[in-house]
């Protein structure tokens, strides 16, 4: 697609946050936050439900007072600048579009609170609809959009004013999840066309890798890791974490003699090897493979099987090993594979790449 001419793309701002703490009363909902976000990054807040990614976006858009530490933005100190002085674009769960307005007049609605001109209202809500793919729909009227389109519309209003960060606050929640799939993959467009910072707040994790650059996880109001998708999948710093990312497999493994370890009496060959003393081995059920021929895996041991489920492009395998720590396998179904052929009760070697091996602290009371 041509873009716009009259599209003006933004740099996005630096967004720093510094030892923050927020409580209500006596609960503290936030503790020690401390991120630095890079212009122009899409920086997903992940955590289950009261882990504190609301009230840290929150507290960025001003609608709540940090006890302590600062947010700054481009070096600039927010925690006392008034919300409307901030220039953050917001879109929310619901969208907050106002029924009684058109189109075009939700999207000008923050550009005549800024006293603009007419002509520069009516160009720059042509540029938004532009930039959202929505030129033609400026006369009607919200109610008759469908949810897609109102979260375009909603993307609009928060960008139509050229504000120095975006922050989104699980904005496709409501919607199905095949226009939710197909929504996501056109927010992540739309933000690479614009070039914003973008703070975004979602509880999916499939969600937050398919987004983002970077994702915080948040467990019990602190910051569990920080990374980019795929070293936070396959290089968990913690078990929370790599149960929170995804299925994850974590096994009691022994530390051997010689260095490395063990699961039950076999070596587990691998490319990582943390100075841990206590260690959990995070396997993937992905990685597993299921009868690896000779050479194919560096680690392979036994396990028994319990039931498998078929599930369109991959089996489910529920497992057991000779301890009786329960184990998951996901094997794809392709042509040759053994996987549609066996049965519970029977016996299954199980293979492990070395780079596929990870250890993890185990410091945390999780159930593998």
Not at 33 to 51: D, M, R, V, W
Not at 106 to 130: G, H, M, T
Not at 339 to 350: D, F, H, I, K, N
Request: aromatic share 6%; net charge negative; proline share 5%.
């Amino acid at each position: 697609m041509t873009e716009p001419q009259s599209t003006k793309l933004r740099s996005g701002a630096l967004l720093e946050i510094e030892n923050v703490g927020v409580s209500f009363g006596h609960t503290k909902v936030l503790e020690g936050i401390t991120a630095t976000i890079k212009p122009g990054t899409f920086f997903t807040l992940l955590g289950a439900s009261g882990s504190g990614k609301s009230t840290l976006l929150m507290s960025i858009a001003g609608f709540v007072t940090p006890h302590k530490g600062t947010i700054k933005l481009n070096g600039k100190v927010l925690n006392t600048v008034p919300i409307h002085k901030r220039n953050i674009g917001m879109v929310f769960q619901s969208y907050a579009l106002f029924p009684n307005l058109s189109v075009a007049d939700n999207i000008a609605y923050p550009l005549r609170l800024r006293a603009k001109s007419k002509a520069e209202i009516d160009k720059a809500v042509a540029d938004a609809l532009a930039f959202v793919r929505m030129e033609g729909f400026g006369d009607r009227d919200t109610a008759a959009l469908s949810g897609g389109q109102r979260q375009r519309i909603a993307l609009a209003r928060a960008i139509v004013f050229e504000p120095d960060i975006l922050i989104m606050d699980e904005p496709l929640s409501a919607l199905d999840k095949k226009l939710r799939d197909d929504m996501q993959i056109e927010l992540r467009r739309l933000h690479d066309r614009l070039g914003l910072t973008t703070i975004y707040v979602t509880h999916d994790q499939r969600e937050a890798m398919t987004l983002s650059d970077e994702i915080a996880i948040l467990e019990k109001g602190r910051i569990a890791q920080i990374a980019p998708p795929q070293d936070l999948y396959n290089h968990p710093r913690s078990a929370y974490v790599a149960s929170f990312m995804g299925e994850s497999n974590l096994l009691r493994v022994t530390r051997r003699a010689g260095g490395g370890f063990s699961l039950n009496d076999t070596p587990i060959q691998s490319d990582h090897h943390p100075t841990l003393e206590d260690a959990w081995l995070c396997a993937r059920p992905e990685k597993l493979m299921v009868s690896p021929q000779p050479g194919q895996a560096d680690t392979v041991f036994d396990a028994r099987l319990v039931e498998k489920v078929f599930q369109g492009e991959s089996w489910l395998l529920e497992c057991l090993l000779d301890d009786d720590t329960r184990i998951t396998v996901r094997a794809s179904d392709h042509g040759g594979s053994i996987v549609s052929t066996v049965a519970p009760g029977e016996t299954l070697q199980l293979g492990l790449l070395r780079r596929d091996a990870y250890f993890i602290e185990r410091t945390e009371e999780v159930s593998p």
